[in-house]
């Protein structure tokens, strides 16, 4: 899209105080054309005056809108009109003088801005046929001459807001199928014949340990949304030991090895997210199981380390060599081929994130491996 032409004189007239607008789009494109940064961004860069009318725009508008942007098309309309939004049309006022514009991100943020405040929202388009657009819009207020203007940037996250849709809708019925197998799983083994039992159990520990893994994946899912929620309790953590023992144990990674409790480890009274904490730790088990051959041993503990603070560690036998060592907390990183990598790297986010505690480990010929995750024993507060 070429550079924004002036305005003919026949189209200005038809628009409020066009003459007005003409010299606005003069000086903001050849001011900010000696800037060619803005045409070379991604994301659509809008100026808008005192009136929130579009001033001067870059060449990705175009690009999202699907046409060649002709400017006689473009200069003077407000944001809304340029999306198509429905409710522009509703009022003789056009755009931002319905109703519905009250509760509307893009009004807001332009508004802030405008006010001499920077502003970030989101803000959701309806557009005629049933169709959405969802924006997100940067507002940085800026003077041209000496008058205010609005520095928008606008980003296009409709496909974003689809799949975050479409993974809630994922989650919540796979992990409803999943649970329902499980369930039946678990009454097959009262009702099935001795003989049979123990495949009933096999069923029974393999949809536990799919629903456990959908759980997580839902969590690092949300993690990475920004939408995960801490929901903290006062938990026993001789008793969280004691549920690691038994769930790992029974899961594919545990047969034929041993999880065992170190005879020091000790009880007290621990706020965290039980949820969270479960998950830190069994990751933390899941791998020292993984490296262990059979009959192996891994052994967790629970020790007070400093006042207001308690260490779980996980202990095996075997070595990590100094490479893997040196990225074991990197995201993507695995030893166990391509597209994994969330293990070490979830437990270390997950605990300085959502527990605000951390995690570190040891590796040597003599010692073996040890994982140690570190909280306090009260979440800290705003007020504290």
């Known amino acids: ?125 309806s557009r005629p046929g049933g169709d959405a657009l969802d924006m997100k819009l940067w507002a940085m207020p800026i003077t041209i001459g000496d008058e205010p203007y609005v520095l928008l940037n606008i980003m296009d996250i409709s496909l ?39 495949i009933a159990e096999i069923l029974f520990d393999s949809a536990s340990h799919l629903v456990d893994e959908i759980s997580w994946q839902k969590i690092l899912v949300q993690v990475e949304n920004g939408q995960l929620q801490g929901n903290y309790s006062h938990l026993l953590t001789s008793t969280i030991l ?40 069994g990751n933390m088990v899941k791998n020292a199981l993984e490296a262990v051959p059979e009959q192996g041993v891994v052994t967790l503990d629970c020790q007070l380390v400093a006042e207001g603070k308690v260490c779980f560690s996980v202990h095996n036998p075997t070595v990590i060599d100094k490479d893997t060592q040196l990225q074991i907390f990197r995201r993507s990183f695995s030893t166990k081929g391509a597209g994994r990598g969330w293990g070490t790297y979830s437990i270390k986010l997950l605990s300085q994130r959502y527990l605000f505690g951390d995690v570190d480990f040891t590796s040597c010929e003599k010692e073996g491996t040890t994982f140690r995750a570190t909280f306090p024993l009260q979440i800290p507060r705003e007020d504290d």
């Not at 809708?169 to 799983?185: E, K, P, Q, V």
């Not at 005879?263 to 007290?268: H, I, L, Q, S, Y």
Request: charged share 25%.
């Open 1 to 125: 899209m070429n550079d924004p032409k002036p305005l003919t004189v026949h189209v200005l007239r038809q628009r409020e105080k066009g003459h007005r607008l003409w010299e606005q789009n003069q000086l903001a494109s050849r001011i900010l054309r000696e800037n060619p940064i803005l045409d070379r961004l991604p994301t659509i860069v809008v100026v808008l005056n005192d009136m929130r009318q579009i001033v001067y725009y870059n060449r990705s508008l175009g690009q999202l809108l699907g046409t060649e942007l002709q400017p006689e098309k473009v200069l003077g309309l407000r944001v809304g009109e340029l999306m198509g939004c429905v409710y522009s049309t509703q009022s003789e006022r056009g755009c931002e003088s319905t109703e519905f514009c009250r509760m509307c991100g893009a009004v807001d943020t332009i508004l802030t801005g405008l006010a001499g405040t920077e502003s970030t929202k989101e803000c959701s388009v």
């Open 160 to 198: 974003e807001k689809r799949r975050q849709v479409m993974e809630r809708i994922f989650f919540h019925d796979i992990l409803n199928t999943a649970g329902s197998i499980r369930g039946i799983a678990e009454i097959l083994q009262e009702m099935v014949p001795e003989d049979a039992r123990h």
């Open 242 to 281: 004691e549920d690691l023992v038994q769930m790992h144990s029974n899961a594919p990674h545990g047969r034929n090895k041993v999880v065992a409790i170190a005879p020091t480890a000790v009880g007290v009274i621990l706020e965290s997210d039980p949820t969270i904490l479960r998950r830190v730790l």
